[in-house]
């Protein structure tokens, strides 16, 4: 089992900045690769970011390129989302989410970010 919780996230007008963190626990031996998925009102849930446990592979979504950095810290067992020049089309509910060796997935609670005037 691999437990995900999430912080961060919030109120933010465009333009502004905000920073996702997400913190594993448990089986984190086996996490191969953690990302970020979001998912608007009435929408799919959706692939932002990804990176392996190296961290010498990384995706993002076109929509965010440029704008957003994901990174992860080993050491302390996190993944953060750095994200830039919001968007009110970036308002969404964001998952941490994590993919092990044996090709388990988990999720996080979920964290709102709103970005609006």
């Known amino acids: 089992q691999v437990r995900l919780v999430e912080s961060g996230g919030g109120l933010v007008q465009p333009g502004g900045s905000l920073r996702l963190s997400c913190a594993a626990s448990g089986r984190i031996f086996s996490i191969s690769a953690m990302g970020w998925y979001r998912q608007a009102p009435g929408k799919q849930r959706v692939l932002v970011a990804r990176?392996?446990?190296?961290?010498?592979?990384?995706n993002y979504a076109d929509s965010v390129k440029g704008r957003f950095t994901i990174s992860r810290d080993n050491a302390k067992n996190t993944v953060s989302l750095q994200m830039n020049s919001l968007k009110p089309e970036d308002t969404a509910v964001y998952y941490c989410?994590?993919?092990?060796?044996?090709?388990?997935?988990?999720w996080g609670q979920g964290t709102q970010v709103t970005v609006s005037s």
């Open positions: 989410h994590a993919h092990t060796n044996w090709g388990n997935e988990y």
């Open positions: 990176i392996t446990s190296s961290g010498g592979n990384i």
